[in-house]
């Protein structure tokens, strides 16, 4: 086609549309290349005066096919360069650039042909050709109806566009209201959550002061009661003894017998009164080891010396092993033979015949001191037990006792940086066995 004169603006244009449907394009698109094309030509005729313009198709077997128009300027482009009027224009095209074409300079523009149209074969192509040569170029009045046309029809979907738009923005402003209201519900419920836990843990607070003041009061009151008792209780033994004594007045047989009840009465008392005295001591923190590196044969020998007097029943041996060297340990001296004094007594208390030993081992820098017996032993769901305070195993209290032994031993113990732990089995025989820090726990 030539172009030569504004008139043909239309025409090329009305062309344009018409081989753009012909090979395939969508309608949008159709009106794409038309419109691209109408501004190019007009770009031509008015800086070179005009071009000449050809519709072709590239058969290329790789890729997609393109639908191409070269307009080929009747004078040189200025500087050999073409720059659309309007910057919009390139944007209607796949490609639109200045090319070479065999020597010549044209402006070529191409649209890819959908993968859905109809395949272009050269026969296809022959078909096409005659096809639009035999329709006649319409007038500019027709080419500015059909403009009017797609005008109003681009009008038209635009605002369909534009109220498909609203009413997603409505849905979107809705779902917004939504999630804002569920944001806020849960942002409430947390704060509530977080007002409870807040509450909770003031209550917790509250609790543990006041529990801690109560166990302190109770500690005290043990320590004021026993203290106060000793006095009184030492006088009693002290004149029972006097009464008992043969420098005194002689006693009737009876009375010598109830003298003896309560020096008996009297010593048991004090024992006890001794004991809740230790444990109110350690419980109240007043208790303070005495560091020292104590040495552990020297406490072993002291023990076996001491209970030998209480074990000289022939049916239970006490059996006190030497302890390894060097059989050093950072200890309070007293308190850790209190302990196991305590352990020992208990042993030799609860078992009708075989042996109690204590032994000492030393494994990975810390002391394993146990005392192990071939007594009656103590059930599982009891072991626990035995350490609380006044708890003494059914059936054992006529052995006598307070139940204040082993709580305080378990105190002292951890006081010295270790643990008391014990295993039994009833009907052979129970082991406690206290672990010790070499070095100061
Ligand atoms: P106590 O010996 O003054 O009764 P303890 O606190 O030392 O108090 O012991 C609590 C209870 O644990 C004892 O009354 C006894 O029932 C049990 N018990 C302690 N040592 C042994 C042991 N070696 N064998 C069996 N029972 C034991």
Not at 350 to 358: A, D, I, M, S
Request: charged letters at 25%; glycine letters at 8%; zero cysteines.
């Amino acid at each position: 086609m030539a172009l030569r004169v504004e008139h043909d603006i239309f025409v090329v244009r009305q062309r344009g549309r018409e081989v753009a449907a012909a090979v395939g394009l969508e309608h949008q698109d159709q009106i794409r290349l038309a419109t691209a094309l109408s501004e190019v030509a007009r770009d031509l005729l008015h800086t070179v005066g005009g071009a000449d313009v050809t519709f072709a198709v590239d058969l290329d077997e790789q890729g997609p096919q393109r639908v191409r128009v070269d307009l080929a300027p009747v004078r040189p482009l200025p500087d050999g360069r073409y720059e659309p009027h309007s910057g919009a224009v390139a944007r209607l095209v796949d490609m639109l650039s200045v090319v070479d074409r065999e020597g010549d300079t044209v402006v070529r523009m191409s649209r890819r042909v959908p993968a859905n149209a109809q395949a272009l074969t050269p026969e296809r192509l022959v078909e096409l050709r005659t096809q639009l040569g035999s329709s006649a170029p319409g007038s500019a009045l027709d080419e500015l109806a059909s403009q009017n046309e797609q005008l109003i029809a681009a009008l038209d979907e635009v605002r369909s566009q534009r109220d498909e738009l609203a009413v997603l923005n409505e849905e979107l402003q809705e779902t917004n209201h939504g999630v804002m209201a569920l944001y806020n519900q849960l942002s409430e419920e947390l704060e509530e959550t977080n007002r409870g836990v807040v509450a909770l843990y003031a209550e917790l607070d509250e609790k543990s002061v006041q529990l801690r003041s109560a166990s302190e009061s109770k500690s005290r009151f043990l320590a004021n009661v026993s203290h106060e008792l000793r006095a009184p209780v030492t006088a009693v033994i002290g004149l029972s003894r006097l009464l008992a004594d043969s420098a005194s007045d002689p006693l009737t047989a009876e009375q010598a017998q109830q003298v003896g009840l309560i020096r008996s009465s009297a010593t048991d008392l004090l024992a006890l009164v001794n004991e809740l005295l230790d444990l109110a001591k350690a419980e109240s923190g007043r208790l303070e080891p005495n560091w020292a590196e104590v040495d552990l044969r020297a406490v072993f020998g002291q023990l076996r010396g001491t209970l030998r007097a209480l074990s000289n029943r022939t049916d239970v041996e006490l059996v006190v092993e030497e302890p390894p060297p060097p059989g050093m340990v950072r200890s309070d001296e007293v308190l850790l033979a209190q302990v196991l004094r305590n352990l020992l007594h208990n042993g030799l208390k609860f078992t009708e015949r075989g042996e109690v030993r204590l032994r000492a081992e030393l494994r990975d820098e810390w002391w394993r001191l146990s005392v192990a017996d071939t007594g009656a032993g103590i059930a599982p769901e009891l072991h626990e037990r035995i350490f609380e305070e006044f708890y003494q195993v059914p059936g054992s209290t006529r052995i006598g006792g307070t139940g204040l032994g082993l709580p305080y031993a378990r105190r002292v113990v951890r006081l010295l940086g270790g643990t008391l732990e014990m295993t039994s089995e009833p009907g052979r025989g129970s082991t406690f066995t206290v672990t010790l820090p070499v070095g100061r726990g």
